[in-house]
């Protein structure tokens, strides 16, 4: 149950696209297609923004897409706008009815 | 509206115990798996536990297990954590989560404080 490996920031400008990798091991992210990602606002509960590796939820801007290669997921985010400012985790089945997160990546908008 | 509010975070000292709840509306509980999910202050998030719909199954995170217990009831559409042995880390915010599909985390509460400290 060791937490999947995210960078601790990330930041890019106004339109510009960013990725934000999530890596795992053989045993959560390498086996399964069942990722999620959450986008969390300062004080404020996560917001489900992309499951089962490259879903989108309804009412979710079609700029987030994930996607993911091996043992690593990623989500790319573009056309950044200033309300994208947020801290972002990635999530992976685990097996056994476990899930394991990530660490979490700040992104700025400069 | 789907919504899910925890409540009974507060101050407890190092050994001592809390119960976390969470009350669920707008779906119909018996029928989801749900979830309890920390965040430490400064720190990413955490899966704590898991339960099946009818309790049947329940799931821990390896630092909680023997100390701490998920439940439900879902005549009164509430879900609880019973926490014993608490210790300073186990300080974080705890929210509750319904979940669907294997980690599909759909609907947050807006957490509740626990805060481990003598």
């Known amino acids: 149950q060791s937490a999947l490996t995210q960078p601790a920031s990330v930041s890019g400008s106004p339109g510009q696209s960013i990725t934000i990798s999530c890596t795992g091991t053989s045993s959560d992210v390498g086996s399964y297609n069942l990722v999620s990602w959450y986008q969390q606002h300062p004080g404020k509960a996560p917001k489900l923004i992309i499951y089962?590796?490259?879903k989108r939820p309804s009412g979710v801007s079609n700029r987030f897409s994930g996607s993911k290669s091996g043992n690593t997921a990623s989500l790319t985010i573009s056309g950044l706008q200033a309300e994208d400012e947020a801290d972002y985790h990635c999530?992976?089945?685990?097996?056994?009815?476990?899930?394991?997160f990530g660490g979490g990546t700040k992104l700025t908008v400069l | 509206e789907v919504q899910v509010v925890e409540s009974g975070g507060g101050l407890v000292q190092p050994g001592g115990s809390l119960r976390l709840s969470c009350a669920a509306s707008g779906f119909t509980f018996s029928s989801y798996w749900m979830s309890w999910v920390r965040q430490a202050p400064g720190k990413g998030l955490e899966w704590v536990a898991n339960?099946?719909?009818?309790?049947?199954?329940?799931y821990y995170v390896d630092s909680v297990k023997g100390r701490f217990t998920i439940s439900r009831d879902n005549a009164k559409n509430s879900l609880s954590l019973q926490m014993n042995s608490l210790r300073a880390e186990d300080t974080a915010v705890y929210y509750c989560a319904r979940l669907m599909g294997y980690s599909k985390f759909d609907y947050w509460g807006p957490g509740t404080l626990v805060t481990v400290s003598s």
């Open positions: 339960i099946k719909h009818d309790a049947d199954e329940k």
């Open positions: 089962d590796g490259s």
């Open positions: 999530c992976s089945y685990a097996g056994s009815s476990t899930v394991v």
